[in-house]
């Protein structure tokens, strides 16, 4: 149990064009799903922290109109890149909190390589 | 804000052989969750163990084990009879109990030589 799943796995796309990353957990429900950044040989950075049904709170030195959230369903949270640029060619893996039961963790999907041309 | 710290950028263990990973953590909170995080080649997360700051003893998951010291915001993972499927980056996380906000610290990669 606890599954995550994120679409695509990979993706590569023109400067300036949106790009949308779909976040689901298969097996049960999150209240809280986050979305983190990892650059090359990096750790994973906190981007944002989405819960169901109201807007997303974003770390310091994220642009909220540039990556927009919106966890839309208990199940299903999405990562939209707006006009991407080269720079914004990462790794993004989001995770999933559950609603209620069992442990008190993040259970991480297997994330999603965007690469800007 | 919670910092975490891993001093050990690259550490490498014969198989067989047992390892011991680096992590300190800055906080002021008293309610928390600590893990250790294996990431492979595929960039997949993989849980290896978590330690809940209220719990004295430490964490055990068959060869991982941790040396919680909450005085000294210490938190180490010993792997024992390290085999060639260990060989990966491990990062060691804080979160808050409060909002389940996670923070990472800089991983360790750990190379398994045969």
């Known amino acids: 149990g606890a599954v995550v799943s994120q679409h695509p796995s990979r993706v590569i796309c023109k400067s300036g064009t949106s790009v949308k990353i779909e976040c689901r957990s298969l097996d049960f429900q999150a209240t809280t799903m986050f979305w983190y950044r990892q650059f090359p040989k990096q750790s994973l950075m906190l981007m944002a922290t989405?819960?169901?049904?109201?807007?997303?709170?974003?770390e310091q030195g994220v642009e909220k109109d540039k990556f927009l959230i919106n966890h839309a369903s208990l199940t299903l949270s999405t990562l939209t890149v707006t006009s991407a640029h080269p720079e914004d060619s990462s790794f993004y893996i989001c995770?999933?909190?559950?609603?209620?039961?069992?442990?008190?963790?993040?259970?991480f999907g297997p994330g999603t390589r965007l690469t800007v041309l | 804000a919670q910092t975490v710290t891993q001093s050990q950028p690259e550490m490498s263990v014969q198989e067989a052989e047992t390892v011991t990973l680096s992590c300190t953590y800055d906080t002021s909170e008293s309610n928390y969750y600590l893990f250790w995080y294996k990431q492979p080649p595929s960039r997949q997360m993989i849980l290896v163990i978590r330690?809940?700051?209220?719990?004295?003893q430490n964490a055990t998951e068959n060869r991982f084990s941790v040396n919680f010291q909450k005085a000294a915001k210490s938190f180490s993972l010993k792997i024992s009879d390290s085999q060639l499927g260990d060989t990966a980056m491990y990062f060691c996380?804080?979160?808050?109990?409060?909002?389940?906000?996670?923070?990472f610290g800089a991983g360790t990669r750990l190379t398994v030589k045969p």
């Open positions: 330690q809940e700051a209220y719990k004295q």
């Open positions: 995770s999933a909190r559950r609603l209620a039961g069992g442990p008190n963790e993040q259970f």
């Open positions: 996380a804080f979160m808050k109990h409060a909002n389940n906000d996670m923070r």
């Open positions: 989405s819960n169901e049904g109201s807007k997303a709170t974003y």
